[in-house]
């Protein structure tokens, strides 16, 4: 959809307007609505879309422009006919007659519609004034919009809109930092995170054209979900391309409105880093006195009620004027700037006077000025506003030594320098051999070739001969290609670029440590420098570990992972390092089965650096994500994965969308909601375009498999983890997967497959101990079911089941023996050994009771985490396991046992959400007991049984007793099985 055509939000507006329309409507009464904003608010847009929504309404238009103001009568002749404004008097008296006469005449509904009334004439807004007063019993809708101004014109029809019944003002503001969030979701059907909804409304400014144009460029098929893309679209706004142009257009309208000082003002204003004072302007234009008036008359400003300071109103319209202003008059506004302002701002003002005119200062002294700027926020902790300064230092002087420092700036900063600036001047101009091949590299990384950046990085280069900042420039471009091909299974290839740029670090880290004067950098402290090339260091020995994970135990890792974090953490300002360090740790634990430890490394990087490492943090919340639902905690690992995919654009790197879009799947899936899952976005239309790589088969293998188990199709679950089982993905490691993998084989009719299934679990020496255990034990108990061998079948089940219940949770709130970490698993554990006694009944009668106590469990836990197709599946077992020990001698069971035997299935998964009391008591209120009834059979008084009933309506959602007989209906069994 284009931005011409697509309407954002101002929903509450749009409810009022129909409000006022719904009243002429019905009453045939007047209403009259001034829409008021700045430019580009989206007045005009707010109005077609409400009149859109009236249909059979007959519409009459009159538009303005600046021009109009000097035509008297112009507006008010245009609400005529066209026959009679050629012939219209130029009294107010007469021409309001005549339209007073013509609107009397108006029977049916009709909207009038004035647009950009602030160019109204003076005649006109009499006669408009004046046949809005009067005019009554007429089924019409006058709607005006207007620029925020202080034309007295103006003012009498905010009093009207403030005083009259039947008229209304509508002001519109750009939308806030939270109204983007939910724009950006509506509209993309992507997740947005609050950062990076700061970061579109910083460049938009929540104007709905630059937003339009954001949503745009994140729904174009042909591009890839990545921070990029939306870098891309907020690039092209900062250099006024797209909707920034029309907006400046506007703007400079407003601004050529106003008389010569007014718009040095506005000038001084839109340049200056901070709010200014009158006096502050006065002395920097020369003059001895301003019109404060004409200024705030402008629209265009605000001012501060505190301190009386003034600033342009949005940073929009800061942009659009400095974009208008001629060069000369920009050049001297900011050089008299620079010598009232001091520091970081001076600098700034320096900069950009030297860049639009050379010859005011001496390139070689603005530069210098530049870098003691950058020198000052770097030490103090301000990357972006180093990266900022760096960046106007090569533009002013690109030379080799502004290149190194804008390149040392990007990294510190976590992002990317400009590469469509830096590439070919690199190329072609004196550059370190290092620092040149580096940002080569870089730019091939982010085209997406990685051979090429591997052949920029494999160069002969002498890398004890580089500066810090361009070895450290070249570290950082190994780390992002060793990220990039370690998750593509193709590490191999950089192993011996990452060991030799490993051992220049550690000299590195020796010369700083000796405080080597030859080492010392002016944008960074000794301590920052030493910060970042230990940081880099081992970030690159833990790919190095990586790379050998399959033949390691992974205890072994985790001891290396521990002697790395011993190291960075003597370093302060390594804290994205040790993040980095944590969350592969847990990965790696995580698919090894120590769940435990892995939740641990996981909490610690997402609670204590959320902001430090937003990759990292990303990762862990998809990890995260899969302990938490092997642990059953499915609410809790649906929050984190959607956290996880709002982050997606704000991370410059591609490996994490289908990580993270298929992880927000997971939940869904399992509870067989996927298709139907209410969110604030959808990501079914973006997921297609991220899973053609190997973490995205892997990925959607997994999801696949589950969404599969929940529906009982064993051929889906068959295909989806063999799929996911050839992708060389941490992901597809888990031993557990292979638990889905047997269980389908069995029901599919492969049971002959299983021992083959069973070998190669055995001969797994990743997994840990007591997981592998579990799953040989499960697999042969499957694999025993398959052979007909009821009885060995089910000792391996009841020794898997052992297992399994003795696992830690990974909260102190998991019950002890609920399966822990595996909760999920020890259910499915359940309908196995269910649906063996009721395959083996006549060698396992005994073991009924036990096996429907185990699956009754399991129905309350599937209950518990929505997974209702799950809950059906235990349901179907229960009963039949209910039907085998029914005329047995009765035993004291869990209420849920006793449930009357035609009760629907989705009764059955209802009243598993309440207590053994309320259910018992809902039971007996289903058979039309009144609550004295229920307190005289259960000896309970009426209060007590009141408050038990409101309690069991309140949790099953019902308003009324007779709602709660009719759910409690019996059913026949053929529609129980369907339920």
């Not at 019409?140 to 029809?157: K, N």
């Not at 609670?607 to 862990?620: D, H, S, V």
């Not at 408050?947 to 007793?961: E, M, Q």
Request: glycine fraction near 6%.
């Amino acid at each position: 959809m284009s931005t011409s055509t697509r309407f954002l939000g101002r929903q509450s507006e749009l409810e009022v307007i129909a409000a006022a329309a719904e009243a002429v409507h019905t009453s045939v009464a007047p209403r009259f609505l001034l829409i008021e904003g700045p430019p580009g608010v989206g007045k005009t847009s707010l109005l077609n879309e409400a009149v859109s929504r009236l249909p059979g309404w007959s519409r009459a238009n009159v538009y303005l422009d600046p021009a109009d103001r000097e035509i008297p009568g112009y507006a008010a002749t245009h609400l005529l006919r066209k026959p009679q404004r050629y012939r219209a008097p130029c009294d107010v008296e007469e021409l309001a007659a005549l339209v007073q006469e013509q609107a009397d005449a108006i029977t049916e509904p009709v909207v009038l519609v004035i647009e950009d009334m602030q160019w109204v004439d003076p005649l006109s807004s009499d006669v408009i004034f004046q046949t809005l007063r009067e005019i009554e019993d007429i089924p019409m809708l006058s709607m005006v919009t207007a620029r925020t101004t202080r034309r007295p014109e103006m003012h009498r029809l905010i009093r009207f809109t403030e005083t009259a019944g039947e008229a209304l003002r509508i002001v519109l503001e750009p939308f806030t930092r939270s109204e983007v969030r939910d724009l950006l979701q509506e509209h993309t059907g992507l997740p947005i995170s609050s950062n990076v909804a700061a970061r579109v409304h910083d460049v938009t400014g929540g104007f709905p054209s630059y937003l339009n144009h954001v949503i745009d460029r994140l729904t174009t098929l042909d591009d890839a979900i990545t921070a990029d893309a939306l870098q891309a679209a907020l690039r092209e706004l900062d250099r006024g391309e797209g909707p920034a142009e029309a907006q400046r257009l506007l703007i400079s309208q407003v601004f050529h409105e106003t008389t010569e000082d007014v718009q040095q003002m506005l000038a001084l204003l839109a340049l200056a880093r901070y709010p200014l004072s009158v006096h502050e302007m006065s002395t920097l234009l020369g003059v001895e006195s301003v019109d404060v008036q004409a200024l705030r008359d402008s629209s265009l400003v605000t001012e501060a009620m505190t301190s009386g300071r003034f600033s342009v109103k949005y940073k929009v319209f800061e942009r659009c004027l400095v974009a208008d202003l001629n060069r000369e008059l920009r050049v001297d506004l900011q050089m008299r700037l620079s010598r009232v302002e001091s520091g970081i701002a001076s600098a700034r003002h320096r900069a950009g006077a030297v860049l639009l005119d050379p010859g005011v200062e001496e390139p070689a002294e603005t530069v210098e000025a530049l870098v003691q700027a950058a020198r000052a926020a770097s030490r103090i902790g301000d990357t972006a506003q180093a990266l900022e300064l760096s960046r106007l230092a090569f533009e002013v002087d690109r030379s080799g030594s502004t290149l190194e420092s804008l390149s040392f700036a990007a990294m510190r900063a976590g992002t990317k320098i400009d590469v469509d600036a830096t590439v070919s001047w690199a190329q072609s101009h004196e550059v370190h051999p290092v620092l040149r091949r580096g940002i080569l590299a870089r730019e091939s990384l982010i085209r997406g070739d990685l051979e090429a950046a591997l052949g920029f990085l494999a160069g002969g280069v002498d890398l004890d001969a580089a500066t810090p900042k361009a070895l450290l420039c070249y570290a950082d471009t190994v780390l992002q290609a060793s990220r990039t091909s370690g998750l593509r299974g193709s590490y191999w290839h950089l192993l011996n670029i990452a060991a030799r740029t490993v051992q220049a670090l550690l000299q590195l880290e020796g010369r700083i440590q000796a405080d080597d004067p030859d080492v010392h950098t002016r944008i960074a402290t000794p301590e920052q420098l030493l910060a970042e090339t230990r940081g880099l260091r081992v970030s690159l020995q833990l790919w190095q570990s990586l790379e050998g994970i399959e033949d390691a135990q992974p205890q072994y890792f985790s001891h290396e992972v521990q002697k790395l974090l011993d190291e960075v953490r003597m370093v302060p300002g390594t804290e994205s390092a040790q993040m980095a360090l944590l969350v592969a740790r847990g990965s790696v634990l995580r698919t090894a089965g120590h769940p435990s430890e892995a939740y641990a490394d996981l909490v610690t990087a997402i609670e204590n650096w959320p902001g430090r490492n937003r990759r990292a943090l990303a990762y862990a919340q998809v990890h995260m994500t899969y302990l938490l639902f092997e642990a059953g905690l499915w609410s809790e690992a649906q929050l984190l994965a959607e956290s996880a995919a709002s982050e997606v654009l704000d991370i410059s790197e591609d490996n994490v969308a289908p990580v993270a879009f298929n992880a927000v799947h997971l939940v869904p899936a399992a509870r067989g909601h996927r298709e139907a899952q209410s969110w604030s976005f959808d990501l079914r239309a973006h997921v297609g375009r991220v899973t053609d790589t190997s973490l995205g088969h892997a990925g959607r293998g997994y999801v696949d498999a589950w969404a599969a188990t929940a529906a009982q199709d064993h051929e889906k679950v068959v295909n989806s983890i063999l799929g996911m089982h050839v992708e060389l993905s941490t992901w597809s490691r888990a031993a557990t997967s292979t638990v889905l993998l047997g269980r389908s084989l069995l029901h599919s009719g492969r049971a002959q497959a299983l021992p083959a299934l069973i070998t190669k679990v055995r001969a797994d020496e990743h997994s840990s101990v007591p997981h592998r255990d579990y799953v040989l034990r499960h697999l042969r108990g499957l694999a025993a079911l398959g052979a007909g061998k009821h009885a060995a079948a089910h000792e391996h089940l009841i020794a898997a089941m052992s297992v399994i219940t003795a696992l830690p949770g990974l909260k102190s709130a998991h019950v002890p023996g609920d399966g822990g970490a595996l909760s999920i698993y020890r259910g499915l554990l359940a309908l196995d050994l269910g649906h063996c006694v009721v395959q083996g009944l006549d060698t396992l009668q005994d073991k009924a009771d036990e096996a429907a106590e185990s699956v009754l469990w399991a129905a309350s836990m599937f209950q518990g985490c929505g997974a209702e197709g799950l809950f059906h599946q235990a349901d179907e077992i229960f009963r039949t396991l209910r039907k085998v020990t029914a005329g047995q001698a009765p035993q004291e069971r869990p209420r849920l046992v006793d449930l009357p035997e035609g009760l629907s299935s989705k009764a059955r998964f209802a009243l598993t959400a309440l207590t053994t009391r309320e259910r018992e008591i809902a039971l007996m209120v289903g058979q039309s007991l009144t609550n004295k009834d229920v307190a005289e059979e259960l000896v309970l008084s009426v209060r007590t049984v009141e408050y038990h009933v409101a309690n069991a309506l309140g949790k099953l959602g019902l308003d009324s007793r007779h709602a709660l007989r009719r759910m409690l209906q019996l059913e026949d069994e053929d529609d129980l099985r369907t339920a």
